[in-house]
């Protein structure tokens, strides 16, 4: 089982590296050609910062390891919340945009809340199974659609994205090579993470449920977490909770979606204890900006997230 740790550490290593360079070479080629800033930050830094997720699920999804796919999303969209969002509020009280708080927390609840539609087959549908179907997966695809143009429009207001992006000076054919190291990377990352991470499952008499919603989702959410750390160190408390909050978003309408599509993902009964705990990480994010003055998440409010994310994994290692 050592080997297989290390070779799991090593994944995670390899799948992070890989994304970042990826979204610096493909970043540095785009506006090379011309393409704009909004286009690049929409696209590539989108779907760069959640590609270790991604490329996890759609190596899980193809192996047909259902509760890796749902432990993965909705670990990560627990982590992402009472984790990183308390992590970076005890750092520094996070201040809400008006757009923030009204639309985009709000979806992210809906989000939370669909899943828990979409995986109650057996009541709502008298089926034999509880599952999200690949028909699931578009329904949850399109709005994934309708979330981007949404960004897009958003996007357009200056007031709304005061900070332009950072985008590296790369020669074409260097920003080329270090595209295929970062897919080659996410390739060999997300396959030593899914192996390893069920070979370390089966060695500890866990669940895969259990690796995915601790080990997995806390791995493949180290960029986010580094991104919102960062930002509040730099007083952009904005950047920290807008890049959670539509992480959760893209987590659950795109990857959820694309793995259904690749393969229904099968629902235990085990899995509405998470799905519940997700739709409470939403519910509580929204009240709590409410508390107090302002539309503010506050030192005190942080250091509950923490309490509860520590209980809640807690519970599942003591009751697995």
Same mark, same amino acid.
């Given at each position: ?83 990183? /969002? ?138 986010? /977490? ?95």
């Amino acid at each position: 089982m050592i080997v297989s740790v290390g070779l799991l550490l090593l994944g995670f290593v390899i799948l992070v590296y890989g994304a970042d360079k990826l979204v610096e070479a493909a970043s540095s080629l785009a506006s090379g050609f011309g393409v704009s800033q909004l286009v690049i930050g929409l696209t590539i830094v989108a779907f760069g910062t959640s590609a270790p997720e991604m490329v996890v699920n759609v190596f899980a999804s193809m192996d047909g390891s259902s509760q890796m796919v749902l432990g993965n999303v909705l670990g990560s969209n627990i982590f992402n919340v009472f984790a990183i /969002l308390g992590i970076a509020a005890v750092i520094l009280p996070l201040q809400v945009k008006t757009n923030t708080t009204w639309i985009e927390i709000p979806l992210s609840f809906l989000a939370a809340v669909l899943v828990l539609v979409l995986v109650s087959d057996v009541w709502l549908n008298d089926f034999s199974v509880n599952l999200i179907s690949r028909g699931d997966g578009i329904v949850l695809l399109l709005f994934f659609s309708v979330f981007l143009v949404y960004n897009i429009v958003v996007s357009k207001n200056p007031d709304q994205h005061p900070d332009s992006l950072e985008i590296p000076v790369y020669a074409t054919r260097k920003a080329i090579f270090w595209i295929l190291v970062g897919l080659g990377g996410l390739i060999l990352g997300g396959k030593l993470i899914v192996d390893n991470a069920i070979s370390i499952a089966l060695d500890l008499g866990l669940s895969e449920r259990i690796i995915g919603l601790t080990i997995v989702s806390v791995g493949t959410s180290l960029p986010e /977490l580094a991104t919102s750390v960062a930002a509040v160190r730099k007083n952009k408390v904005d950047i920290a909770i807008g890049n959670v909050v539509g992480s959760n978003i893209f987590n659950i309408f795109f990857i959820l979606g694309v793995s259904a599509v690749i393969g229904p993902v099968v629902v235990a009964d085990a899995n509405y204890v998470d799905i519940l705990i997700n739709i409470l990480a939403g519910l509580l994010l929204f009240i709590f900006i409410f508390t107090g003055k302002g539309r503010i998440l506050n030192r005190l409010e942080g250091g509950i997230f923490l309490v509860i994310y520590v209980i809640y994994i807690a519970s599942l290692v003591l009751m697995e």
